[in-house]
T-cell receptor, first 115, second 113 residues
Framework: DQQVKQNSPSLSVQEGRISILNCDYT??????FLWYKKYPAEGPTFLIS?????DKNEDGRFTVFLNKSAKHLSLHIVPSQPGDSAVYFC??????????????FGKGTLLTVNP | DSGVTQTPKHLITATGQRVTLRCSPR?????VYWYQQSLDQGLQFLIQ???????AKGNILERFSAQQFPDLHSELNLSSLELGDSALYFC????????????FGPGTRLLVL
């Protein structure tokens, strides 16, 4: 049972344009969501997070949007740069009462930004 | 650099053997998590320790065990290794508060031949 889904295995965009990566979840107990970026042979690098009490969080070129009713979140990267090319993982955790804060990951989306 | 260190970076061993993976969390972080990334399964949570005590278990095999020491470093022990245990093993750490971010180490790539 895949509780966090990234339905697009890959995405290709032109440098300077917007990249939109999508993520859906099924567990209504999830209340904290994160995006990680991963290069081959390296550990995931934290990018940005959002709590379920918000619907948007922005950090420089990265913005995460959360639609709780649709159980959907998205990561927008504007403008996209070639160095953004990597695998992006969506992750979620349930942090309420006695939760262990483990992260449940999607399978990732490979973003390629073309010069 | 996340501040989480893992050793060794690479490990090649044979079926039936036992290995130990080591993780040092970021300074000040009390919680350590272990994850396994295999080709077909993605990143899967294995186990969590908080301040020396086991807090949660995920999809961890009985052949695998872990511990967190008083200095907060953690070790993941994998025994009776099988070919299917070949994977990347990541350690992550966090402060252990509410709605916190986990920071990942560079991983240990295990190859079982």
């Amino acid at each position: 049972d895949q509780q966090v889904k990234q339905n697009s295995p890959s995405l290709s965009v032109q440098e300077g344009r917007i990249s939109i990566l999508n993520c859906d979840y099924t567990n209504s107990m999830f209340d904290y969501f994160l995006w990680y970026k991963k290069y081959p042979a390296e550990g995931p690098t934290f990018l940005i997070s959002i709590s379920s009490i918000k619907d948007k969080n922005e950090d420089g070129r990265f913005t995460v949007f959360l639609n709780k009713s649709a159980k959907h979140l998205s990561l927008h990267i504007v403008p996209s740069q070639p160095g953004d090319s990597a695998v992006y993982f969506c992750a979620a955790s349930a942090t309420g009462g006695g939760s262990n804060y483990k992260l449940t990951f999607g399978k990732g989306t490979l973003l390629t930004v073309n010069p | 650099d996340s501040g989480v260190t893992q050793t060794p970076k690479h490990l090649i061993t044979a079926t039936g053997q036992r290995v130990t993976l080591r993780c040092s969390p970021r300074s000040g972080d009390l919680s350590v998590y272990w994850y396994q990334q295999s080709l077909d399964q993605g990143l899967q949570f294995l186990i969590q320790y908080y301040n020396g005590e086991e807090r949660a278990k995920g999809n961890i095999l009985e052949r695998f065990s872990a511990q967190q020491f008083p200095d907060l470093h953690s070790e993941l022990n994998l025994s009776s290794l099988e070919l299917g245990d070949s994977a990347l093993y990541f350690c992550a750490s966090s402060v252990a508060g509410v709605q916190e971010t986990q920071y990942f180490g560079p991983g240990t790539r295990l190859l079982v031949l």
